[in-house]
């Protein structure tokens, strides 16, 4: 059954996590890596699931795991062999649920709010190639061979038992076309697509987001469409364009509105364009927006913002 459906026909809003390799900056870890924050899996799973725990506490109804940058080619190219690659994409999930199971077993945790959903994050091929293309989507490899990239990691997180993929950071319409399809090759499973966006109408390599979501929205395991990883200034007309081609739930989270660079791993300039983050997810919610968090350099903090209006808000239902 849709895991989105399932907690939107009790509940108006999800809430989503935030940052991840964020606050695993903030606890000590170096990720000027290639494999990024999916090396804490390795290195220190433990902190994995504090930052799970601290997103919960804050009020998120769905964490997102942390294999964004986890494949078996990254993981075996620096050395590992494939079950060891295998395992650790395992784990990542695993670790979220742990971390899940352990909050929800507090009944002061339950109230007014839905079982938070844990989401195998997938990032896209452009992650992979650690160069930043994730925003550009100027791949070379064809839908195919994408779909080949992708099908090995996809059984193992699916077989690790998250409620829903999260197809997350995908630049370019050929790369999800791909992400869909194997994902059909998994009756009951369910994904949502998130695109990186370059402007208000616009994803990475140029598409158009409305024919985007025109073409997500006839598959009916796409149980939600939207962005992630794209200024806030975006989000706006963003959200009013996926709904032109889609009924689907639309979801938001976007980063804190930094650039990033790829190929030196720094963030810089850029601020919030008016308010809160709390605010700016807000006016998203009245927009039509129905599953909201952060991505890049947000922080617990920005999702306790959104938990702060959106559990009043509830209580009033």
Same mark, same amino acid.
């Given at each position: 059954?849709?895991?989105?459906?399932?907690?939107?026909?009790?509940?108006?809003?999800?809430?989503?996590?935030?940052? *991840?390799?964020?606050?695993?900056?903030?606890?000590?870890?170096?990720?000027?890596?290639?494999?990024?924050?999916?090396?804490? &899996?390795?290195?220190?799973?433990?902190?994995?699931?504090?930052?799970?725990?601290?997103?919960?506490?804050? +009020?998120?109804?769905?964490?997102?795991?942390? /294999?964004?940058?986890?494949?078996?080619?990254?993981?075996?190219?620096?050395?590992?062999?494939?079950?060891?690659?295998?395992?650790?994409?395992?784990?990542?999930?695993? !670790?979220?649920? $742990?971390?899940?199971?352990?909050?929800?077993?507090?009944?002061?945790?339950?109230? +007014?709010?839905? $079982?938070? &959903?844990?989401?195998?994050?997938?990032?896209?091929?452009?992650?992979?190639?650690?160069?930043? /293309?994730?925003?550009? +989507?100027?791949?070379?490899?064809?839908?195919?061979?994408?779909?080949?990239?992708?099908?090995?990691? !996809?059984?193992?997180?699916?077989?690790?038992?998250?409620?829903?993929?999260?197809?997350?950071?995908?630049?370019?319409?050929?790369?999800?076309?791909? &992400?869909?399809?194997?994902?059909?090759?998994?009756?009951?499973?369910?994904? %949502?697509?998130?695109?990186?966006?370059?402007?208000?109408?616009?994803?990475?390599?140029?598409?158009?987001?409305?024919?985007?979501?025109?073409?997500?929205?006839?598959?009916?395991?796409?149980?939600?469409?939207?962005?992630?990883?794209?200024?806030?200034?975006?989000?706006?007309?963003?959200?009013?364009?996926?709904?032109?081609?889609?009924?689907?739930?639309?979801?938001?989270?976007?980063?804190?509105?930094?650039?990033?660079?790829?190929?030196?791993?720094? %963030?810089?300039?850029?601020?919030?364009?008016? +308010?809160?983050?709390?605010?700016?997810?807000?006016?998203? *919610?009245?927009?039509?927006?129905?599953?909201?968090?952060?991505?890049?350099?947000?922080?617990?903090?920005?999702?306790?913002?959104?938990?702060? %209006?959106?559990?009043?808000?509830?209580?009033?239902?």
């Amino acid at each position: 059954m849709n895991p989105i459906q399932n907690i939107l026909t009790q509940y108006p809003l999800i809430i989503l996590d935030g940052a *991840f390799a964020t606050e695993l900056e903030r606890r000590g870890c170096d990720l000027n890596d290639a494999l990024w924050s999916a090396k804490v &899996l390795i290195e220190n799973p433990e902190l994995i699931s504090a930052v799970h725990t601290d997103y919960l506490e804050a +009020g998120a109804d769905c964490i997102i795991t942390a /294999s964004y940058q986890a494949t078996y080619e990254g993981f075996m190219h620096r050395g590992l062999s494939r079950n060891q690659a295998r395992d650790l994409m395992a784990a990542s999930v695993g !670790l979220a649920v $742990k971390a899940r199971e352990n909050f929800w077993a507090d009944p002061l945790h339950r109230k +007014g709010r839905p $079982k938070p &959903l844990v989401a195998a994050s997938v990032g896209p091929y452009g992650a992979y190639l650690a160069d930043g /293309s994730e925003y550009r +989507g100027d791949y070379t490899p064809n839908e195919l061979e994408l779909a080949n990239f992708h099908r090995q990691r !996809l059984e193992t997180l699916i077989a690790a038992g998250p409620d829903i993929l999260a197809c997350e950071t995908i630049p370019c319409l050929k790369e999800a076309k791909a &992400l869909v399809r194997l994902v059909q090759e998994h009756p009951g499973s369910y994904c %949502w697509v998130t695109f990186s966006a370059k402007d208000g109408l616009h994803i990475s390599n140029g598409e158009c987001i409305r024919d985007c979501a025109s073409w997500l929205d006839s598959h009916e395991q796409v149980a939600a469409v939207g962005v992630n990883c794209t200024a806030p200034g975006y989000v706006a007309s963003l959200i009013d364009e996926i709904r032109l081609g889609t009924d689907k739930p639309i979801v938001v989270y976007p980063n804190s509105g930094e650039q990033y660079d790829g190929l030196s791993k720094v %963030w810089s300039g850029g601020d919030l364009p008016c +308010g809160s983050y709390g605010e700016l997810a807000r006016s998203w *919610f009245v927009q039509g927006a129905r599953l909201i968090g952060g991505c890049c350099r947000t922080t617990p903090a920005d999702i306790r913002a959104i938990s702060s %209006w959106a559990r009043d808000f509830q209580s009033t239902l």
